[in-house]
């Protein structure tokens, strides 16, 4: 009697524990991308910052790892943006300069055919936000509602004032000459918002908002948080100022203070990660969109060059991620990776088909990070600054680089390992690599397109 009870509930306990696996397994994680404006690689406390603390930064370090050799597709923010958030080379579809700020024109921005990560995970049921810089294009069609965002908190352009009293333009079509769109009001979804405190800490607030509502509603989310701090202008409250009395340097203490702005900002989003059980199944990924700039105090420590140049200092920046849940805390990451990556990673955890016609450069980085995989992440990264002619390739530790137009300043072979500050020139005596990374580049470069978007009509005012 007992056996045959025990055959007809079998059917039962197997649903039953299924159930039970299915409940523990790991679900869809949330992504959280931080990505500040023009910020040193030697500004943060996991690169050896000292004069400015960021112990919040620091934890997404600590809790997963530090890249040491995190790269950015372009050493200026738009193109940089364009190539993260499709995880595509924007050379590929024309994107080669800084769209204009103009909202009447429709082809300066990232163009429609291609697919944002918002509009990726949506196919996988994500609800998306950004919050801060957009910076890919000021047309309507370019909206980011209109790209797979489900909340945007916060301006179109390419760079904003900090102060709320300053921001007194309604819109863009306000804009009556150079920079002042770094004046319009705050844009919540569609519509302009009175602010009343410092930007950044705006921003903050926006995204704390928005993780705790998707938690609350146990949605699976995807925030991309762009803010454009430590970009200048240089402005702080006494808040952050009266942080830094040892430093002289009024540039670093203004600069130093924002950075701390930001610290401020990531602490809180991780705090509201905990507090609310989501903290282990959340991937967190902090970077700056390119290097350290000339204007904003900003240190690019060992790395030679500055926002602008393809040298490391233009296109190496502060990289690091943490999934509790899956990546093993407290490793450093040694070999190459691209802000692309973050794409193809969260694509591959959802399993999500990407389209043939328009395939990922990223790569999943879980299984180089989990030690599943030994192998280089990617064989070659490519630069190309269009404009300028100008070109650079990296293949394991050697890189060529033509950091001014090739035609008339030649390229030269740099061994990163043996010297992370790129100053001997080893070409002479490496002809055949040269020439074989030269042959590579050439081949990639023969992929893309010529610029889509030129400046129109000679309004260079309106560039960015």
Not at 124 to 141: E, Q
Not at 182 to 190: A, G, Q, V
Not at 383 to 391: D, G, I, L, V
Request: one cysteine or more; glycine letters at 8%; hydrophobic letters at 35%.
């Amino acid at each position: 009697m007992f056996k045959h009870l025990l055959l007809l509930l079998m059917p039962l306990i197997a649903v039953s524990c299924n159930m039970s696996a299915d409940k523990n397994a790991p679900k869809q994680p949330n992504l959280v991308v931080i990505m500040t404006d023009d910020m040193g690689y030697a500004d943060v406390g996991f690169n050896g910052c000292k004069d400015i603390p960021t112990p919040n930064i620091d934890q997404i370090a600590d809790q997963g790892v530090r890249f040491t050799q995190g790269y950015v597709t372009f050493p200026v923010c738009g193109p940089s943006r364009a190539g993260f958030l499709t995880g595509r080379y924007q050379d590929r579809f024309g994107f080669t300069t800084n769209p204009s700020i103009d909202p009447n024109n429709p082809i300066s921005g990232l163009p429609v055919e291609e697919e944002t990560m918002a509009q990726v995970l949506r196919k996988a049921g994500y609800k998306n936000a950004i919050v801060g810089k957009w910076h890919m294009g000021t047309h309507p069609n370019f909206h980011p509602l209109e790209r797979g965002f489900d909340y945007f908190y916060g301006f179109l352009s390419g760079g904003h004032n900090y102060y709320h009293d300053e921001l007194y333009l309604n819109d863009l079509s306000e804009v009556t000459k150079m920079w002042e769109w770094y004046r319009t009001k705050i844009i919540e979804n569609r519509d302009k918002v009175e602010t009343n405190d410092y930007l950044t800490d705006e921003l903050s607030d926006a995204a704390v908002n928005f993780i705790k509502e998707k938690a609350s509603n146990d949605e699976h989310f995807m925030l991309y948080l762009a803010y454009n701090a430590p970009h200048t202008p240089l402005q702080a409250t006494e808040k952050y100022l009266s942080r830094f009395p040892d430093i002289k340097d009024k540039k670093r203490r203004t600069y130093a203070a924002m950075v701390s702005a930001v610290d401020d900002g990531v602490g809180r989003v991780l705090n509201t990660l905990r507090e609310n059980g989501i903290n282990d199944n959340t991937i967190v990924v902090f970077l700056s969109d390119n290097g350290g700039a000339h204007n904003n105090a900003s240190d690019n420590g060992p790395l030679r060059g500055l926002k602008g140049d393809l040298f490391e200092g233009g296109i190496r920046v502060p990289f690091a991620m943490r999934w509790p849940a899956v990546i093993p805390a407290g490793q450093t990451y040694n070999k190459a990776i691209s802000s692309m990556d973050i794409m193809a990673t969260i694509v591959a955890q959802n399993g999500i088909e990407i389209s043939a016609e328009r395939p990922l450069d990223g790569v999943d980085l879980v299984p180089y990070l989990t030690g599943e995989s030994k192998e280089e992440p990617h064989d070659y990264l490519f630069w190309r600054k269009w404009e300028q002619n100008a070109m650079a390739i990296r293949h394991g530790m050697n890189k060529l680089v033509a950091n001014n137009n090739q035609n008339s300043s030649p390229s030269e072979l740099y061994n990163i390992e043996n010297e992370i500050n790129e100053q001997t020139n080893i070409k002479a005596e490496n002809e055949e690599l040269s020439n074989h990374l030269l042959q590579e580049w050439e081949k990639w470069n023969a992929q893309l397109k010529d610029r889509v978007f030129p400046t129109l009509g000679g309004d260079e005012w309106w560039i960015d």
